[in-house]
């Protein structure tokens, strides 16, 4: 057992010039600093919160790009006994609003941020008629800037193992977002479990782009390594969505041993590299590379691992696991060194209680899971039902945790917490699944969540915006997630109530496809007009009837009228007169990024589908053209290809 309870024993007791950690924010531009540096600011950056009134108990959102100031926060933060609660800065309006939510759910909030940030949200303030709310943000806002290397340490707290640490905010979009209650031990005893699960040593080396806003990234790579006394890399997150290609370059540069991915990222990474070759790239350091956050595609897997084999990664490298916030991260792991393996099984049984029937993975019924594990150390996995039966092995159900890593609650959040608290202690995770020789396979989600780019979204979060945004009434759209096998991800299908000529539902499907991509930065694959939207008797959505009669077909027709309409006024479509060389260059630039859609001058993004992914590999292309004119920001801001040449010619005249 180590001899740390407690964060603030952690970073002093690892405080020392032998570890490092390497900050990549370009292509040549990196900055390394020691632990013991990152103490010695952190002390400082306690001083200056302390100066600013911050006192053991207050809670600190942090919420800033800067993995280096961001760090620095936090551990300054932890230092004192403020409690740090991370929040995505992100790039759309809808993370804007989940910053306000957060403030306001908090009891003695404060705001780390910088002046680009705080301007930006006074834009977004402005526009929602927020300024009481943005006032009150403002004076209890702490600027980086204002912050210097040579302020003298804090007075450091004194806390107790048992005391709340920090506090993790659901991911993605959320109108109501639940803080998962950490504490010291909790965080302790869920990383030392992880290092051992994963065969961690001194002599590892990690690299992670996840962002230190995620769970994967604050914890599972930052705080675990520096519990684990292991150099690590932290890549900017922006970075990785530019240039997915130089994740794996500094891989080999760094000679990194554990790594990590959710599903997008290894798809962003192959579509990225195409039939590209990359030169002296040796990947045979590679021992681990955690796959997590979102549902993992062993095809994806096998076709990454195929690709990267001629640079000596190896097959055994890959390692699916499961994890959660509320179980601070870690929940189950297989043995490492062991290759990863899947089961197939008939998709037609897999509802709570079912015995799963093995059939060949080449069944026309077959479905493929990847088997996640073991129950790391301090924690127990059971299958059951919300009534407390406990299932054997090969049943279908909910899968419940328990154990000294498991959250007690939510903050400040009785209702919510009761709901995932079982009578006898344990917590219901959401996710369905069963155990096969006491590992873990995962099968769903009880709670309808849709994965998108390592996030989760709820469809009635997703339902409220298009109601609050796009004037949508209550009860008359549906969204829901349904996974495409062809594709390895989760599409998002939106259901809107419609009995009028399928002609005039076109513009109503680009509504709900804009306001959509402007607000939570997804991509909408489908829009689908029906007659009614099932429900229960109390009322709640049936949103998976929905969903089985779209995967069985039944609004095939109905989808192929809308797209021949779409197409007819696409066609009609053209670009009014003589494009200037920049309106050109920059449609060149942004189509070159597209696969399935072409861009015009004055196409608007969002209403074209364009997801936050895509927009960074539009971003992507510009900044090779004119790099640091255009954040990619300014692509919400400007969202058509007219309006974004003007603002780009604006810099460039400037």
């Not at 039939?275 to 021992?287: A, N, Q």
Request: charged share 25%; proline share 4%; hydrophobic share 40%.
């Amino acid at each position: 057992m180590s001899s740390f309870t407690t964060l603030i024993d952690l970073l002093q007791q690892q405080s020392s010039d032998e570890r490092s950690i390497t900050y990549i924010e370009g292509k040549d531009t990196e900055t390394t600093i020691t632990f013991k540096q990152l103490h010695q600011r952190a002390l400082c950056m306690l001083h200056h919160f302390q100066q600013q009134g911050l006192k053991a108990g207050d809670e600190l959102i942090i919420f800033l790009r800067n993995n280096e100031k961001f760090l620095e926060a936090f551990w300054g933060a932890i230092l004192g006994g403020i409690i740090p609660v991370p929040v995505a800065v992100g790039i759309s309006d809808e993370h804007r609003s989940k910053l306000y939510k957060i403030f306001n759910k908090l009891q003695r909030p404060y705001v780390f941020t910088d002046e680009d940030n705080l301007q930006r949200l006074e834009k977004y303030t402005d526009a929602n008629q927020l300024q009481e709310d943005y006032a009150r943000l403002k004076q209890h806002a702490i600027l980086a800037e204002t912050q210097t290397d040579i302020n003298p340490a804090g007075t450091v707290h004194s806390a107790q193992p048992d005391d709340v640490c920090f506090i993790q905010f659901s991911s993605g979009s959320t109108s109501d977002p639940k803080g998962v209650v950490l504490t010291h031990r909790n965080l302790i005893l869920n990383m030392l479990a992880k290092g051992s699960a994963g065969g961690y040593t001194r002599d590892d080396i990690s690299l992670s782009w996840m962002p230190l806003t995620h769970d994967m990234g604050l914890i599972g790579f930052h705080i675990n390594m520096i519990v684990c006394y292991m150099h690590h890399c932290i890549m900017s997150t922006d970075l990785f969505s530019r240039r997915p290609l130089l994740w794996l370059k500094k891989v080999s540069e760094h000679k990194a041993s554990v790594i990590n991915s959710p599903n997008f990222g290894y798809k962003h990474f192959l579509k990225s590299m195409a039939d590209k070759e990359l030169p002296g790239m040796d990947l045979s350091c590679v021992r681990v590379i955690l796959n997590g956050a979102e549902p993992i595609s062993t095809r994806l897997c096998d076709e990454f691992l195929d690709r990267m084999a001629p640079y000596g990664l190896k097959h055994t490298t890959m390692f699916p696991v499961y994890g959660l916030a509320e179980a601070t991260l870690a929940v189950s792991f297989p043995r490492w060194g062991q290759d990863y393996r899947a089961v197939h099984v008939d998709r037609h049984k897999l509802k709570i209680g079912d015995k799963v029937t093995y059939v060949d993975e080449a069944n026309d019924d077959a479905v493929s899971f990847p088997i996640v594990g073991f129950a790391v150390p301090d924690m127990e996995i059971r299958i059951g039902d919300i009534t407390g039966s406990v299932f054997e092995e090969n049943t279908i159900g909910s899968i419940l945790i328990h154990g000294p890593t498991v959250t007690q609650g939510y903050y400040y959040d009785d209702a919510a917490t009761k709901a995932v608290m079982t009578s006898d202690g344990w917590l219901d995770t959401g996710d369905l699944g069963f155990m096969v020789n006491d590992e873990l396979v995962i099968t769903g989600r009880s709670k309808e969540i849709i994965f998108a780019h390592g996030q989760n979204y709820y469809p009635h979060d997703l339902e409220s915006i298009l109601i609050h945004h796009a004037d949508f009434e209550l009860g008359k759209v549906a969204v829901y997630g349904v996974w495409d096998e062809q594709r390895q991800r989760d599409e998002l299908v939106v259901f809107v109530i419609f009995r009028g000529d399928l002609h005039d539902f076109v513009p109503v499907a680009k509504k709900v496809a804009y306001t959509l991509n402007e607000q939570s930065g997804l991509e909408v694959d489908q829009v689908i007009p029906v007659n009614r939207i099932p429900k229960t008797t109390s009322g709640k959505f049936q949103r998976r009837i929905l969903g089985d009669a779209y995967e069985d077909g039944e609004y095939a027709e109905v989808l192929k009228q809308i797209s021949l309409f779409d197409n007819e006024a696409v066609c009609a479509k053209t670009d009014s007169g003589k494009l200037n060389p920049l309106q050109q260059q920059l449609i060149d630039l942004c189509n070159s990024a597209l696969e399935e859609r072409k861009l015009t001058l004055d196409d608007n993004f969002f209403e074209a589908g364009i997801s936050s992914l895509m927009l960074a590999e539009m971003h992507q292309r510009i900044d090779e053209v004119y790099p640091g004119k255009i954040d990619i920001v300014d692509l919400f801001e400007y969202q058509t290809i007219n309006d974004l040449a003007v603002f780009l010619q604006q810099k460039l005249d400037s």
